[in-house]
């Protein structure tokens, strides 16, 4: 059964750079049908999608946050991660990486991890 | 503020029905059938529920149904139980004239009630 889990700091100061990690375990995060995405949602929010990665092909970004976000996978260790630059008060929330298989459909997280929470500030 | 737009809030007694809508454009909801419907209890993680605008994953009631009509989607929730008491998130494929061309956009949320 296929499980995520985030991990990173869990307080960042502004202006730095937040660093994020999503364990895979029970698949190999190189499987041609899944893509694997960041989403967050600040509180009082909605959710927001940051982006998403597929092995070996290409990444998607959110147009509002392209210029600050890059993503990347580890097959050795079977994650990935997102970074975050430049961060500010805004970019507290809660941080989800997810799955989307692309054999049940396009664009549909079906596995999310528990999240991780994250505050910017000095 | 989200891309697309809920409402608020919706409520409805036990086993009544409840249906929440989701409003967006033709280069979202409208041109392609990619919507999801998401539900989220507090302090957990968000579950999906619909995806493909009417298709439910193993595993989730039947009670959940999605529409779409034009730019505007619908999750209805019938035979409302206690547990259905929880956030609502819509989601749909975007295509934009650039680049990021292919993106994934939310709506706001909608906190439903069982009275």
């Known amino acids: 059964q296929l499980q995520l889990q985030e991990s990173g700091p869990g307080l960042v100061k502004p202006s730095e750079t937040l660093s994020l990690t999503c364990n895979v375990s029970?698949?190999?995060?190189?499987?041609?049908?899944?893509?694997w995405g960041w989403i967050r949602q600040a509180p009082g929010k909605g959710l927001e999608w940051i982006a998403s990665?597929?092995?070996?092909?290409?990444?998607f970004y959110n147009p509002s946050l392209k210029s600050r976000v890059s993503m990347s996978i580890d097959t050795s260790k079977n994650h990935f991660s997102l970074d975050l630059d430049s961060v500010t008060a805004a970019d507290t929330a809660d941080y989800y990486c997810?799955?989307?298989?692309?054999?049940?459909?396009?664009?549909?997280?079906?596995?999310w991890g528990p999240g991780t929470m994250v505050t910017v500030s000095s | 503020q989200s891309a697309l737009t809920q409402p608020p809030s919706a409520s409805g007694s036990p086993g009544q029905s409840v249906t929440i809508s989701c409003s967006g454009t033709s280069s979202d909801i409208g041109g392609y059938d990619y919507v999801c419907w998401y539900q989220r209890h507090p302090g957990k993680a968000p579950k999906l529920m619909i995806y493909?605008?009417?298709k439910r994953p193993s595993g989730v009631p039947d009670r959940f149904s999605g529409s779409k009509s034009g730019n505007t989607a619908s999750l209805t929730i019938s035979g409302l139980q206690a547990e259905d008491e929880a956030d609502y998130y819509c989601s749909s494929y975007a295509y934009r004239n650039s680049y990021p061309n292919a993106i994934i956009v939310f709506g706001g949320g909608t906190k439903v009630t069982v009275l």
């Open positions: 997810a799955r989307e298989d692309s054999e049940t459909s396009d664009n549909a997280f079906d596995v």
């Open positions: 029970g698949a190999s995060i190189t499987r041609s049908n899944f893509y």
């Open positions: 493909d605008v009417t």
């Open positions: 990665i597929h092995y070996g092909t290409k990444t």
